[in-house]
């Protein structure tokens, strides 16, 4: 029975309240462990097509006639434009031209560098570039607000700061026998994904659009050019069937889409609007940059007394303030906790989700500040954490599962490695372990739905319109119905990425599509399961009989299977967990930090393909280091021009970076958790990486490192501050 | 112009200054080489010109001459291809067609590279998704 | 624009090798060419004893074992793979400096503006020597290791010492090399050395340009250091008393003694 409930949905850490339909979910959960085909390692489905180039992406799309988009955006960070488009019309295979509201995405207030102002398209897109150079415009430059702390001292915020507190803070810091302050800083990290953000727009009527876009979530695309435009959402046809990555950042349409729906009005012709690798990585989004100013206190065996920070997000123009301090206050049962964190508003591109926003920041923060109380008391930073490990969610209510205290006994013989790791150190290279703990969400949510549909050549096709934006969810998709169905993985084929071809999937983040889909896709295919037992029945088959056998009389009979993801245990906290320990050596005389071995063990439910699963925790590793050790997009200090946009500047890692990475999944079903019991593997494994790196920093040469990334610059100034504060100890009198 | 593309000679029409990449996509329809960067920093337009992996998005069409040009459609039958599949050497595949070309030149110049010899030889080609340890392996096992 | 084959060394026009630098300047409308001449015929490909030619590309250079030690070393941590594959000897000597404000088009002294943006601005990555009229730093491993070598240029023109090669850019003469307009560098030649080493500090463990690269190559009981990213030009080490770091290269110092001292190390007798 279809029931009406008001309940809260997250997305990326972000909690609304909402009406939802939600369908009950009968089916029981497959006991733990492997099966036939869920929990054993598959091939993507669609690997062979990827990487022969065979996929055709956005960016390989070319319908004929179609015109080509360049758009002329603000090089300042604040200013006034004064725009004349009209040259651009005169210039060769120029089809329209738009100026500043024209539509809404074009502004001549440029609150940030990277602004759309105006847009040209023309039959090639170097013709659509030099008409765009063509353009008449002048920028009155205007004073940029740059400095996050500035921004929190004038109020310009983002939302209200929000405060968050348990207990008593102030009586927790007096209880305590140590405490502990730092200041951490992050850096702004550039998504990067190899397909810029891009769409192309056909009107098929007056009336309708087509819209094809590299893009994580094909509903909200659908829904937001159909308010955008005014059109009802189902006159919006959305199609992704492959994407070249998007780490959080495509989610919504942007300003990209709605130029080139406006120019294929204007031009009744399909127009791309692709953007460039600069554009990218100036008006795409980004991870923000954070301050956190951080307190703990603890009793000296460790037990935590009190938690506190001031977390600044330079949010940049748009987007949100994240959840930076998450980690602070929902990782340890610590009785009191004290937060409060600010949105900057800033004259600079605005943020976008990016793989755990916030948390990835807030972590390092907490995990780095941890063990430099551990380092004070002299305790294990393992059996520290042990300590104070949360029974119950230390903000109310109950986990739907925990396996933390699990994920730290794996990590042991991981841990252990750090006396035999130190010995290795020489003169100048010191080698270190070092750890961290991960805490996020992952649970997923309703609604989505999936169809199965069966032959009478015993084939199955799923049909759910979600999107494999190259984490493998289609072929987890398969193997889920595979399973259920009782076919070999090779007869399901899975058709996704389009919203004219299926019903409604959640969207492609938040390390929520499989925990999200995978339940509808396991109902459908239950659904239609059923049917063709009932067949098996009415032939004289035997219930197990093959699905091909019981089927082969239908000719063009199909068996359809609807199924709906049913909703998430009330009033329970659904959460991932893990840790990592890293291994790093650092030349003291160089500042040069590399990492050589990281071990990650993290609990995520159950597993549904152990092969893609450890590539996503590889993938998550890798985007950490770079995070952690080369990444940072640069902005000249007086102008808040940006400068490291192009990817000789903006240093990704490189596969001659990569450490050795050892995964480990608990692989235990959340018991109360859909009839998956799955949760989503996207995010978890960059959580602690930077955490992990600067703790083993530590342990390998007693420096804070305390703002990311660790340039050389920082571990340099971090090895002076130790070898100062040493010989201070040292020189300091006895007895004081 | 002309251009010899996986042994088949191309006659086409571009301006000086079209970039490999440009005529190989726009001209032959040829979009399994990509372009992520267009200036020559990630791998993405690796291209093989008389064997050797090149960045396809700097190298002008008209300075290509008389070279054959190896796309990633003239290594649909490599076994490397298949090898990238079973290690799982690829997420989101953008990057992955010029991740393949460059590991074919790799294993045709030396069949069983060493790791650090494969890490010096695909250092060139960037994967935000970071499959690298996977690619690494789909290189050591190739012609398994 | 056209481009057209090179019949001798007198060129008309910009020349062009393998494209790597002239092409990204070209598209990222840095450098305006009216004819491209295709060079790669008329430079020569030869790598002899002690004698190489300026066409040949450094993915050639990287692994022949008659090259010495530095300069192999420089040209395998130079650039990417393909970049490698790509860009001549001559070339690489002739790059443009990484520096971000030159590159995004600032009007700064290299681009006869009146303002070295980087000296107030972001400079991690730039000059620690002679930074005072522009703080751009020399990206090329490969002619640090030739300086280090003590390297003779034949030029279309000329000889000369590959140190004569680099100019300081002054108000009145913004340039960084000696070399006129459609004047080739035709081969490199050097005497050869004891021992050499190449040391690069960089921010990721391949395709990044210099932070620091020391080439120090000894002769006899002489040893030549000289030094990748860290001056306008490739850079003479003549100790680091001249050294004078802005607010956020300072440690490019602490990079570079602790480098220099193991590469004088390394080719000691």
Known sequence: MARLIRTEKEVEGRYEEVWLVVEEDALEQWPTGPRDVVGRPAERLDGFERASGQAVYTADLDKPGMLHTAVLRSPHPRARATVDVSPALGMPGVHAALGPGEVEQLSAECNYQGQAVAAVCADTLAQARAAVRAIRCDFAVLEPLLDPDEAVRRGELLGDPRVRERGDYERGLAEADAVVEAEYRTQVVLHNSMETHQAVVEWTREDAVEVHISTQYVWGIRDAVAEGLGLPADNVRVVCHYMGGGFGSKNSPDDYTFIAAELARRTRRPVKCALTRREENTAAGNRNATIQRLTVGARSDGTLTALGGEFVNAVGWGGWSSGTEGPMQMLYACPNVKTTTYGAKLNLPPMKAFRAPGFVEGTFGLEALLDELAAQLDLDPLELRRLNHAEQAPEGGEYSDKNLLECYRRAEPHWERRHEVRARSTGTVKRGVGMASQIWYGGGGPPSYAWVRVGSDGRAAVVTAMQDIGTGTRTAMAQIAAEELRVPLEHVSVSLGDTDRGPYATLSAGSSTTPSVGPAVRAAAADARTQIEEIAEQRGLPKDAPVAAVVDVLEDAQILGKGARGPNPTGMQVLTFGVQVAEVAVDVETGEVWVERIAAVHDVGRVINPLGASSQIEGGIIQGIGHTLSEERLHDPATGRLLTTTLDAYKLPTIADVPEIVSELVDEPDRHLTNLGSKGLGEPPIVPTAAAIANAIRDATGADVRQLPITREEMLRALREAEARQKEKVGAPAGV | ?144 | MELRQASDTTVDGVPIHGGTEVVPLLRAGLLRAETLVDIRGVVSRGVADGRIGAGVPLAEIECDPQVPEVLREACRLAASPQLRNMGSLGGNLLQATRCWYWRLNWPCRLHDGDECFAREGEHREHAIFANDFCASAHPSDVAAALLALDATLTTSRRELPLAGLYRLPTDDDRRTTTLDPGELILDVRYDKPDASVYLKAMERKRWAFPLVGVAAVRRGATTRVALAGVAPIPWLLDGFESAAPLPRNAYKVDVAKALVKRATAAVAG
């Open chain 2, 1 to 144: 112009m002309r251009l010899d593309v996986n042994d088949h000679a191309y006659e086409l029409h571009c301006e000086v200054g079209t970039t490999l990449a440009e005529a190989l996509r726009d001209e032959l329809s040829l979009t399994g080489t990509k372009i992520a960067c267009g200036e020559g920093h990630c791998g993405a337009c690796t291209v093989l010109v008389d064997g050797a992996p090149v960045l396809s998005c700097i190298t002008l069409a008209h300075a290509v001459g008389d070279a054959k040009v190896t796309t990633i459609e003239g290594l649909r039958e490599h076994p490397m291809l298949r090898s990238f599949v079973r290690a799982d050497a690829l997420q989101c595949g953008f990057c992955t067609p010029g991740q393949v070309v460059s590991a074919v030149a790799l294993v045709e110049a030396r069949p069983e590279p060493t790791t650090e010899e494969i890490r010096h030889a695909m250092a060139g080609n960037l994967c935000r998704c970071g499959a690298y340890p996977k690619i690494e392996e789909a290189i050591r096992t190739w012609r398994d």
